[in-house]
């Protein structure tokens, strides 16, 4: 759809749309630039100040992995203005777990814009600083990088799940803390160490975000699905048949650019192009920095720090999937 949008010329852009990067970024002057992004979505788990909180972090995430540091954001609602099943406390509670997750992140949201709908919607427009020289992007990955996972996947699995009623209460639990963990220290980990590229993993899932990143490096990867950490649960909940249909999607306009190995299952397939919420952030770092920026990830407590492959030369967007 961005073919319709004419293309900006402006030498202060850092960052557009060429690559289906996280966000913009705009030059200010030498040292400082705007990162500018906007995310909401509909409600994922039960609980409306979970979801508050969940949506937030995935719209910050954005920022982060630009590597950039949030500012400041705005509330961007669609809520019902009158429905029985859905009083405007509910509306109160999502409010308040974007406000906390904000404060978490150290920035306050500081208005915003809402609309009468009947489906309730939620996330926040950010805007975020970062140096010019210095921004993450997901076309810098070259051949022999180390591939670096922060958080584990299988998140759109567990909600379809929590919405067919089928997700036992600890996988709901350990998928909500996943999701509600801000990419921070993901961010300053990888900035510390120093790495070439950086995407969040959200919709498209691993493997259709890795294939963004090797297009727009003009590289391959291979990916080993024995070192991808997943959630608890997701496999027992794929073998009932609960992966959702942008999964299922992500699987059928991938087939042409992964080649998998044999051996590798159907659920395996969809497992690595599961469309998450508030994934973690996926590295590519130098080979020789991989052990300190997974040392550097575990000390800061992210959710995960594993090496799932690496950067080849090749077709640009090839990708691999091997046991």
Known sequence: MLRHIPKISDPNLLVGTETADDAAVYRIDDRQALVLTVDYFTPVVDDPYAFGQI???NALSDVYAMGGRPMTALNIVGFPKQSPDLPLEVLGDILRGGADKAAEAGIFIVGGHSIDDPEPKYGLFVVGMIHPDRILTNAGARPGDRLVLTKPIGTGIISTAIKRGAAPKAVIDRAVEVMATLNRAGCEAALGVGVN???DVTGYGLLGHL????VGSGVGATVRLGDVPVLAGVRDLLERDLAPGGTHNNLEQLRADVAFDPALSENDRLLL???QTSGGLLLSVPPDRAGRLIEALKAAGTPAAAEVGE?????AGR???IP
Request: charged letters at 20%.
């Open 197 to 199: 590229a950086c995407t």
């Open 55 to 57: 949506a937030a972090a």
């Open 211 to 214: 294939r963004g990143m090797a």
């Open 311 to 315: 950067v080849t030369e090749g077709e």
């Open 319 to 321: 990708i691999q999937v």
């Open 273 to 275: 192009c599961d469309a």
